[in-house]
C-alpha cells in the first residue's frame, strides 16, 4: 500500500459521512449518465432509467463495495460490531449488570493477586538505569538459603569495589535496623549541642555507602545527598538523611529541618537531607526507612557490634550497576573469582560464627546476581510454585463465573434465535456473525475488566491490612506502591481471554441454527436443541465440583483452626517473656556482661525465674542429625533428624518442662558445656524402642563434618517447641556454652505484674553496654509466638472460606439461572404432560431430576478433589519444619466430608426447586393454545 493510498483511506475512515456524500453524489452521477446514454437509443426517460438501474445493479452494493476499497474495512467493521454490541448491552440493563458484576469479581480477585505477584517478583526497584542495577547473591556449599544469601562483610564490599571490571559502581546497604531515635522539643536550639531532646521512639533506619543516593540518582528534595568524602573515618560523619513520609509524619514538613540534631541511640546526627517522596529504598526485605546514615557510624548505630574490622561480619547487601556491555554470566563469573580470593586473604575459622549459623555450613560456593525487585529470592523455584498455585486456585473461581456467563449467553441466545435466522437467511456469513457475537462477549467481558480494576484497588488495600500482622511494616512499604502497567495489561489480556473463553461456545452454536425451524418457531427449535445438549449439564457440573472441593477444604482448615485454639505447647507460654541479652566481640568480657544482666534480672521482683537458650522455642530451632549405635548390632547405627537447642540449666523450671526420667544439666555443667544431652521422649521412642535412654551415647552433627559424642542424662517430656501445630517428633538439649554468646536470648518467667516486669527489663537493657533497648519487644511467648503461628491457619482459613463462598454463590446462581430458563423452554412440553395427566408432584419431580442430575456428578468429582488435595496436604504437612494447619485433623474426616457435600447438596436442590416449583404453576390449556 502507497502512502497516497493509505492516506486516502484514512480520510474515509476519519471522514466517513463526508465521503459517503461523495459517493452518492458520484454514484448517482454514473446512473444519470447511464440513463442519458439509454435515451439517445429512442427509450423514454422512465424506461432509459430503468435500463440504467438493471445495467449497474444494487445501488446499495455498489455503495458497500466502494466502501470496502477506499477504507480500512476491518476496521470499520468492528467498530460496527462495537456499535451494535453496546446496543444489544443496552436493551438488558439486567444481564448486563449481573454479567459485568460477576465477572468484576473474578477478574478483580486475579488481578488483585497479580498486583501482589507485580510488586513482589516484577515491579524494578524505582531507581536510575533499574534494567542495568543487579544484587548479589551468594551460594553455601551446605546449600542454605533464605536472607544470609544476601548477607556480605563491609570488607568484601571494600575488596570488590576496588578489584571488580564487570560493575561501573557497588553500593552496599544493611538490612532493616530499629533504632531509638531522639528528636529536639526546642526549635530554638535544635542545630545546637544544647537541644532538649524528646523521649526515645523506634526508627527504622538504614546504614548505606556514601554513594547510595548519588549512584541510584535519588537526589534529595531538600538539602544534599551524603559526599564522596564522607563515611571513610569510623564515627566522623554523624549525618543523616530522612525519608519524605517521617519527615511529613515527625517534622510536619519543616523547611528548616536541615542542620537540625537528632539523636539516635544517644549519639547526635546532623540532618544534612530529606530523600523524594517517591524513593522507597531497595528493599530485601522491603521496608519504608525513616532514616539513612553512614556505614561508617555503625558503632554507634549498632554498639557492641564491628562491622568495620571484622571481615566475617556478614551484616551488608551489595548491589551494583552493570557495566556497559557486560552480562549477568560475565558479572557472576567475575565475582566469584574475586569472593574465593578473598576467602583465601581471610580463612573462615572452624569454630567461628557467621550470622547465626555455623561457619562450616557458610562457606561460598558461587556469587551469582539477579534483577533487583523489592524482594529477595523470587527467581526460587519454590516461590514460582507457590505463585503457580495460587493463581490456579483464584484461576479456578474465575472459571465458575465463566461458566455462568457461558450458561446465560447460551439462554439469551436462545432469545435471539429469531434474529439469527434472519440475518443468515440475507446472507450473513457463519464467520461474520461469530465474530459479531464474540465481540459482545469480549466487550461484556472489558467492561467487566474495568470493574475489576475498582475492586482490585479496594481488594489490595484489604489483602495488605490482613497481611500486616505478617509483614510488620513491609507491609506499610507495599501499600506505597500504585499498580503499574503491568497489572492493567494483565487485566485488559485477562477481560479479552476471558470473554473469547466464555463467549465461544455459545456463539458458535447460535450460528449453526436451522433457518426454517427458526424461522418458523421462533427460537423454539433452537431452544430444544440447548435443552438436549450436554454442555449445559458439564457447565453446572464443572462447577459444582470446584465448589465442592473448596467447600470441603474449608471446612477442614476450619477445623484446624479450631484445634488451634486450645492446643497445648506443653510448657509456659504465657507468663514467660524472651529478652536479648547484650554481648561485645571480646568473648571475655561477654560471658561477664551476660552474668551482670542476667544477675539484674535475677534481682527483679517481679520475675520469678531466669534461664537463656540459643534459640527461642517456637520461633526457631536448630535442625542436624542424630545417629544412636544399635544395641543389637553394634557395627550398625540408626540416623535421626531432629531439632537441637543449648540450654542452660534453668531451662526445664522456668519453661516447666518435666523432666520424665533422669536429671538436668548442673550449674557448672550449663557453664563448662559439658558432653552431655537430655533427649526428648518421642526421640528416645524412636532411638531405643523402648529401652532406658540414661547412660546411652548418642554423636550428634555439630558442624558439617563434625560429629560429637553425648552422653544421654536425662529424658524431657514431649512438647511442641518447633511448631505449635505438632509435638516435636525429636528433640535434643544440650548444655549452654562459652561459643556463640551472641546469639544467646534470656527467657524470663514473670510471677506478679507483666508490665513493670517489663519495664524493669527494658531499663536494664538500657543500661547495658550491649545491644540497645529498641529490638526488645516485650511479648510473651503466647502474644507473640504462639498467636503468630496460629494467625498463620486463621488466615488460611478465612482465605479459603472467602474462596468457598465466592464459589458456592457463582455455582448457585448458576444453577438458577439454568433451571430458570429450562422451564421457561419447556413451558409446551409441561403443558403436554399435565394435559395428559401429570400431576403437579410428577412434573416438579421430573424437573428436579433433571436439574439434579449435573449436580450430584459435580457433588461427587468435588469430593474426589478434596480427597485429593487434603492428601497432598497431609503428605506435605508430616515434615516437621512445616506448619500442620489442619492441626492434626485426620486427612478424611467425614463428618467434614458428607456433611459440607450435603449443605452444598441442599443448597443446589433449593436454587432448583424454585424455578421447577414456579413450572407446577403451567396451565396446560393455555401452553397449548400458545402453541
Known amino acids: 500500500m502507497s502512502w497516497a493510498d493509505f492516506l486516502l483511506r484514512l480520510r474515509a475512515l476519519l471522514f466517513r459521512r463526508r465521503m459517503d456524500e461523495e459517493l452518492q453524489d458520484e454514484l448517482q452521477f454514473h446512473l444519470e449518465m447511464q440513463a442519458r446514454k439509454h435515451q439517445g437509443r429512442d427509450f423514454d426517460p422512465a424506461e432509459a432509467s430503468r435500463q440504467a438501474r438493471l445495467q449497474f445493479g444494487s445501488f446499495e452494493r455498489a455503495t458497500e463495495e466502494c466502501r470496502e476499497a477506499r477504507g480500512f474495512p476491518r476496521v470499520e467493521t468492528f467498530f460496527q460490531d462495537l456499535r451494535y454490541a453496546l446496543r444489544i448491552l443496552k436493551k438488558t440493563p439486567v444481564f448486563t449488570a449481573v454479567a459485568v458484576l460477576t465477572l468484576g469479581f473474578g477478574i478483580g480477585l486475579n488481578t488483585t493477586l497479580f498486583s501482589v505477584v507485580d510488586i513482589v517478583a516484577l515491579k524494578p ?195 551494583g550497576y552493570l557495566s556497559p556491555g557486560i552480562s549477568m554470566k560475565r558479572a557472576e563469573a567475575d565475582s566469584s573469582v574475586l569472593e574465593r580470593r578473598f576467602a583465601q586473604d581471610h580463612p573462615v575459622p572452624d569454630n567461628a560464627v557467621l550470622s547465626g549459623l555455623n561457619a562450616l555450613n557458610l562457606k561460598t560456593t558461587a556469587i551469582t546476581v539477579q534483577s533487583v525487585t523489592f524482594f529477595g529470592n523470587t527467581e526460587d523455584i519454590r516461590f514460582k510454585a507457590i505463585v503457580v498455585l495460587l493463581m490456579t486456585i483464584v484461576g479456578m473461581v474465575l472459571l465458575i463465573a465463566c461458566a455462568n456467563l457461558a450458561n446465560l449467553l447460551l439462554a439469551k441466545a436462545a432469545g ?111 431452544g430444544h436443541r440447548l435443552d438436549r445438549s450436554h454442555l449445559r449439564g458439564l457447565l453446572v457440573g464443572g462447577q459444582i465440583a470446584i465448589s465442592t472441593t473448596f467447600l470441603i477444604v474449608a471446612g477442614l482448615l476450619a477445623h484446624g483452626m479450631i484445634r488451634s485454639q486450645t492446643t497445648d505447647p506443653g510448657f509456659e507460654v504465657r507468663n514467660v517473656y524472651p529478652v536479648p541479652l547484650p554481648y561485645t566481640h571480646d568473648v571475655t568480657r561477654n560471658q561477664a556482661l551476660r552474668q551482670q544482666s542476667l544477675n539484674r534480672l535475677q534481682s527483679v521482683p517481679e520475675i520469678a525465674d531466669v534461664t537463656i537458650t540459643d534459640y527461642v522455642p517456637l520461633r526457631s530451632t536448630w535442625t542436624t542429625q542424630v545417629t544412636v549405635p544399635n544395641a543389637s548390632r553394634p557395627s550398625t547405627s540408626e540416623t535421626i533428624q531432629t531439632g537441637a537447642r543449648h540450654v542452660s540449666c534453668t531451662f526445664f523450671e522456668t519453661l516447666g518442662i518435666p523432666i520424665v526420667r533422669g536429671r538436668t544439666f548442673s550449674r557448672q555443667e550449663s557453664q563448662s558445656g559439658a558432653s552431655i544431652a537430655i533427649v526428648s521422649a518421642a526421640l528416645g521412642r524412636q532411638a531405643w524402642h523402648g529401652a532406658d535412654p540414661l547412660g546411652k551415647q ?234
Not at 132 to 151: K, M, N
Not at 290 to 310: A, E, K, R, Y
Not at 833 to 847: I, K, N, S, Y
Request: hydrophobic share 50%; proline share 6%; net charge neutral.
Open 125 to 319: 526497584i524505582p531507581v536510575r538505569d533499574s534494567g542495568r542495577i543487579v544484587r548479589l547473591e551468594r551460594w553455601f556449599a551446605s546449600g542454605a538459603r533464605g536472607d544470609p544469601q544476601y548477607a556480605f562483610s563491609l570488607q568484601e564490599f571494600h575488596y570488590l569495589a576496588e578489584h571488580s571490571k564487570v560493575f561501573s559502581s557497588l553500593i552496599a546497604t544493611s538490612f532493616p535496623l530499629s533504632v531509638a531515635a531522639s528528636l529536639p522539643l526546642d526549635a530554638a536550639r535544635a542545630r545546637t549541642s544544647k537541644a532538649v531532646m524528646g523521649p526515645p521512639e523506634p526508627a527504622a533506619a538504614q546504614l548505606v555507602s556514601a554513594n547510595y543516593f548519588s549512584e541510584l540518582g535519588a537526589a534529595p528534595v531538600l538539602g544534599r545527598a551524603f559526599l564522596e568524602d564522607e563515611g571513610k573515618a569510623p564515627g566522623a560523619d554523624p549525618v543523616v538523611i530522612l525519608s519524605y513520609p517521617y519527615w511529613q509524619k515527625r517534622f510536619a514538613g519543616d523547611p528548616l529541618i536541615l542542620g537540625k540534631t537528632i539523636k539516635i541511640n544517644d549519639t547526635a546526627f546532623t540532618v544534612v537531607g530529606v530523600a523524594p517522596r517517591q524513593f522507597l529504598g531497595t528493599g530485601n526485605p522491603p521496608f519504608l526507612v525513616d532514616l539513612w546514615t553512614l556505614l561508617s557510624m555503625q558503632p554507634q548505630v549498632v554498639p557492641g557490634q564491628d562491622w568495620l574490622n571484622h571481615p566475617l561480619d556478614y551484616e551488608v547487601q551489595m548491589l
Open 416 to 526: 435471539r434465535q429469531n434474529e439469527i435466522a434472519v440475518r443468515l437467511a440475507l446472507g450473513a456469513g457463519r464467520k461474520r456473525l461469530v465474530r459479531q457475537l464474540l465481540t459482545e462477549s469480549v466487550l461484556l467481558a472489558v467492561i467487566g475488566g474495568a470493574v475489576a480494576i475498582l475492586f482490585s484497588l479496594w481488594g489490595s488495600r484489604v489483602l495488605w491490612l490482613a497481611v500486616e500482622q505478617f509483614a510488620g511494616m513491609h507491609s506499610a512499604f507495599v501499600k506505597q506502591i500504585p499498580p503499574d502497567a503491568r497489572v492493567f495489561a494483565y487485566t485488559l489480556l485477562l477481560s479479552v481471554c476471558t470473554g473469547v473463553l466464555f463467549g465461544l461456545s455459545p456463539a458458535l452454536r447460535s450460528s449453526r441454527t436451522d433457518l426454517t425451524h427458526s424461522l418458523k418457531d421462533s427460537g423454539t427449535a433452537f
Open 698 to 931: 548418642i554423636e550428634l552433627q555439630t558442624g558439617r563434618h563434625e560429629w560429637t559424642v553425648f552422653e544421654v542424662v536425662g529424658v524431657a517430656g514431649d512438647v511442641r517447641s518447633l511448631n505449635i501445630s505438632r509435638v516435636d517428633p525429636a528433640f535434643v538439649y544440650l548444655p549452654t556454652t562459652s561459643e556463640h554468646l551472641q546469639d544467646y536470648f534470656g527467657l524470663v518467667r514473670v510471677n506478679g505484674s507483666a508490665q513493670r516486669a517489663m519495664t524493669a527489663v527494658r531499663t536494664i537493657l538500657e543500661q547495658a553496654e550491649g545491644r540497645l533497648w529498641p529490638e526488645f519487644n516485650p511479648l510473651s511467648l503466647q502474644d507473640g509466638a504462639v498467636e503468630s503461628q496460629i494467625l498463620m491457619a486463621k488466615t488460611f482459613t478465612l482465605s479459603a472460606t472467602f474462596l468457598a463462598a465466592v464459589a458456592l454463590l457463582l455455582a448457585s446462581i448458576g444453577v438458577y439461572g439454568v433451571m430458570a430458563f429450562l422451564v421457561s423452554q419447556r413451558e409446551k412440553e409441561i403443558g403436554v404432560h399435565m394435559a395428559l395427566g401429570a400431576t403437579r408432584g410428577d412434573v416438579l419431580t421430573l424437573m428436579l431430576r433433571q436439574g439434579m442430575r449435573p449436580v450430584a456428578f459435580g457433588v461427587v468429582f468435588g469430593v474426589l478433589g478434596a480427597l485429593a488435595i487434603s492428601g497432598v496436604l497431609r503428605a506435605i504437612l508430616i515434615f516437621p519444619g512445616s506448619v500442620d494447619v489442619l492441626y492434626g485433623g485426620r486427612w478424611f474426616d467425614p463428618a467434614t466430608f458428607l456433611g459440607l457435600a450435603s449443605l452444598l447438596a441442599t443448597i443446589a436442590l433449593l436454587a432448583c426447586y424454585l424455578p421447577a416449583r414456579r413450572a407446577t404453576g403451567v396451565e396446560p390449556m393455555i401452553a397449548l393454545r400458545h402453541e
